[in-house]
Nanobody, 121 residues
Framework: QVQLVESGGGLVQPGGSLRLSCVAS????????MGWYRQAPGKERELVAA???????NYADSVKGRFSISRDNAKNTVYLQMNSLKPEDTAVYYC???????????????WGQGTQVTVSS
């Protein structure tokens, strides 16, 4: 089994910062990419940021210049530093990992349980 466990969400005022963390554990052979998605009420889940094992990153246009994704490959961990937060960033944030399971050597997506980020005064 593979588990993704997120932490770091919460309530923050507009202009504030939060840092999300996600640790992958279990039967992992290789992690290809890790990233963050978010889903606001009544909206579809959307990509926020992603990072490959080689260090390439991509961001949603709405967060460029404000959010930064980073990985610690040795710890199977991905971080999302969120600065200059806006009310429209309010959503449940989900960690995603594109990885190969060591038990079956099958590649698939895995998801965390989600962490709530609320930006409000």
């Amino acid at each position: 089994q593979v588990q993704l466990v997120e932490s770091g969400g919460g309530l923050v005022q507009p202009g504030g910062s939060l840092r999300l963390s996600c640790v992958a554990s279990g039967s992992i052979f290789r992690i290809n990419a890790m990233g963050w998605y978010r889903q606001a009420p009544g909206k579809e889940r959307e990509l926020v940021a992603a990072a490959t094992s080689g260090g390439s990153t991509n961001y949603a246009d709405s967060v460029k210049g404000r959010f930064s994704i980073s990985r610690d490959n040795a710890k199977n961990t991905v971080y999302l530093q969120m600065n200059s937060l806006k009310p429209e960033d309010t959503a449940v944030y989900y960690c995603n990992a594109d990885l190969v399971n060591s038990r079956y050597l099958l590649r698939r997506d895995y998801w965390g349980q989600g962490t709530q980020v609320t930006v409000s005064s």
